[in-house]
């Protein structure tokens, strides 16, 4: 017979339901098989599906893994700001939970009043050029800037050529699993963005905090200033407020609980 599986649909940087970027979460007593997993990314249809298992490690309280519909991924901070919200929110003693991934080490989030905030690594970036990436997108930025990790950024002059983008996504998919990040200074936040990862299965994503982890140093670096607020203007929204603190990265948003249950697995 099928075991329920405890199963949450949170909206992660969102304050009000049906904002934000969707993830679900899910507290599994072990690591099934990978294509079990996958195949959960798949039936949930969510950027990110978080899947936690208790740790055995005394750097962290959870392992953390994350899959899109298509394939797991290195990092996610959406789902794993999510996963934090989820296990604190049951647990009001606690002001922080501590994860460990796979690829991207030791993770945290933590209470912040009303909010939460994950602590991610600050991805740098280079100039760089990528003309097949320009041409999908469609138009010309000022900048391109480059990690070897799979992470772009593109750099525009206003909010408004950031939002009018409209990418050829299946272009994008054929370059690889990059992310694809169009940025530029914001009218009501400091930073505008919209984010691209066709090659992993999502189109546009809702809101992405590993491409904030990138943005986080390309931007304090222009601001002069270690903080600012960001709105990443995708269909549903969502608000950020991004810090670098030495060689990480704190984002931190509100995150709205949808559906709670169970998965029957």
Not at 52 to 77: H, K, M, N, Y
Not at 175 to 185: H, M, N, V, W
Not at 231 to 249: F, M
């Amino acid at each position: 017979m099928p075991k329920p599986v405890p199963y949450w649909h949170v909206d992660a940087f969102a304050a009000r339901p049906f904002a934000g970027n969707q993830a679900a979460v899910m507290i599994l007593e072990a690591w099934p098989d990978d294509s079990v997993l996958q195949a959960i990314g798949e039936e949930n249809m969510f950027a990110e599906t978080a899947f936690l298992v208790r740790s055995t490690s005394t750097q962290a309280d959870w392992d953390l893994r994350w899959f899109t519909p298509t394939v797991e991924i290195r990092l996610c901070g959406h789902a794993t700001l999510a996963a934090g919200y989820v296990l604190l929110l049951a647990d009001g003693e606690r002001d922080a939970v501590r994860f460990q991934t796979r690829q991207a080490g030791v993770l945290e989030v933590r209470r912040v009043g009303d909010r939460f905030a994950v602590g991610l690594p600050a991805i740098p970036t280079e100039p760089g050029a990528f003309p097949e990436a320009v041409a999908a997108l469609g138009s010309e930025p000022l900048e391109v800037w480059r990690n070897p990790d799979s992470y772009n950024v593109f750099l525009y002059a206003s909010e408004a050529d950031v939002r009018a983008l409209q990418p050829d996504c299946i272009a994008l998919a054929n370059l690889g699993i990059d992310s694809f990040i169009a940025t530029a200074p914001g009218s009501e936040t400091d930073v505008v963005s919209r984010v691209f990862v066709p090659g992993s299965g999502v189109d546009e994503d809702p809101v992405t905090g590993s491409a904030h982890a990138v943005l986080t140093p390309f931007w304090t670096a222009r601001l002069g200033r270690n903080s600012f607020t960001a709105y990443q203007a995708s269909a549903r929204g969502g608000y950020l407020t991004c810090r670098l603190d030495g060689d990480r990265v704190w984002l931190e948003g509100h995150c709205v609980t949808v559906v709670e249950g169970s998965f029957f697995l």
